[in-house]
C-alpha cells in the first residue's frame, strides 16, 4: 500500500424500477383483503355492511369481467402459436385445456391435435 487512498467513485443511484403491471395487480389484491378484513372486523349491521360494499363490489365486478375479457384474447391469439403447447396456454390462464380449446373454437380457429378422419 503507498498510503494513497483508492479515488472515490461516484454512486450511481439505480434506476427506479416500478413495479410490473402483474405484480400491480397482487399488491392491490391484498391491498383489497386487508381493506375488507378491517370491515369484517368492524362488524358493521347489515344494512351498513351493504352500503359499504355495494360501490366497491360494482368496480370489482367491472374489474374482473375487464380481466376475463383480456384473458380471453390472450388464450385465443396464443392459441394458434404451435410453439406453444396447450398445456402451457391452460397453465398460464388458469384455465382448463378443454375450456382453451373451446375458446379456440369459438374464435373460429383450426384446431389442434385433431385426427385425420379416414
Do not use: F
Amino acid at each position: 500500500m503507498s498510503g494513497k487512498e483508492p479515488a472515490a467513485t461516484p454512486k450511481r443511484s439505480k434506476p427506479r424500477r416500478t413495479a410490473s403491471p402483474g405484480a400491480r395487480l397482487a399488491a392491490a389484491v391484498e391491498e383489497l383483503q386487508a381493506a375488507l378484513a378491517a370491515v369484517e372486523e368492524a362488524g358493521p349491521e347489515p344494512m351498513d355492511l351493504l352500503d359499504q360494499l355495494r360501490d366497491p363490489l360494482e368496480v370489482i365486478d367491472n374489474t374482473a369481467t375487464k380481466m376475463r375479457e383480456m384473458r380471453l384474447e390472450a388464450v385465443v391469439a396464443a392459441y394458434p402459436d404451435r410453439s406453444v403447447p396447450v398445456y402451457r396456454i391452460s397453465d398460464a390462464s388458469g384455465l382448463a385445456p378443454a375450456l382453451v380449446t373451446r375458446y379456440a373454437k369459438q374464435a373460429g380457429l383450426e384446431l389442434r391435435n385433431r385426427r385425420a378422419s379416414s
